[in-house]
T-cell receptor
């Protein structure tokens, strides 16, 4: 169990266009999902926390008007990169928080396979 | 400055050798996770540790959480080429809270 999918797995777009990335938890409901960005040979950088039915919480330095997040249901969150520029090219990864069992380690984040965005 | 410092940043060893990756912080975490990530893929959860002093074993991998819940280590015995990847530690301050990732340790196991 605990499978998270992302779509698309890769996308190439022209500068100035918008790109939408979907993140789905396939076999569990996730009230909280997270969006990360990863540059080559670097660790994950948290961009925002997405809560179902409410506005996303963005990390410092992340433009909320550029990276639009919508968490429409307990199994789907979307990240839209608006007016994309070449510097937005990166590997975007989402994770879904699965509630833990009583007495267990608490919530666990399960990651999607990532989406590679290339902006020309 | 990263809240979680991983060391070393890169490790290259021969098949059959042992290795240890460290994850240190001045902050206390309620839980700490270890992930392994391969190129072009998302991180895969290896283990979660929550109790100070806890030791968990996963085949040839041994994970330890420090008594004060500020640091952790990952030890691999008799490493194999399939262990090659980016190892990431990540800590949570509270259940359900966002994760803070370490900088990662890139491990290369040569046959």
């Amino acid at each position: 169990g605990a499978v998270v999918s992302q779509h698309p797995s890769w996308v190439i777009c022209k500068s100035g266009t918008s790109v939408k990335i979907e993140c789905r938890s396939l076999d569990f409901q996730a009230t909280t999902m997270f969006w990360y960005r990863q540059f080559p040979k670097q660790s994950l950088m948290l961009m925002a926390t997405s809560n179902e039915g409410s506005k996303a919480t963005y990390e410092q330095g992340v433009e909320k008007d550029k990276f639009l997040i919508n968490h429409a249901s307990l199994t789907l969150s979307t990240l839209t990169v608006t007016s994309a520029h070449p510097e937005d090219s990166s590997f975007y990864i989402c994770s879904a928080s699965r509630p833990g069992l009583a007495g267990g380690p608490g919530d666990t984040q399960y990651f999607g396979p990532g989406t590679r965005l290339t902006v020309l | 400055t990263q809240l979680l410092e991983q060391s070393p940043q890169f490790l290259s060893i021969q098949e059959g050798e042992n290795l240890t990756v460290y994850c240190n912080s001045s902050s206390v975490f309620s839980s700490l996770q270890w992930y392994r990530q391969e190129p072009g893929e998302g991180p895969v959860l290896l283990v979660t540790v929550v109790t100070g002093g806890e030791v968990k074993k996963l085949k040839r991998l041994t994970f330890q959480f420090g008594d004060a819940r500020k640091d952790s280590s990952l030890h691999i015995t008799a490493a194999q080429p399939g262990d090659t990847g980016l190892y990431l530690c990540a800590g949570a301050k509270a259940a359900g809270n966002k994760l803070t990732f370490g900088g990662g340790t890139r491990v290369l196991v040569k046959p």
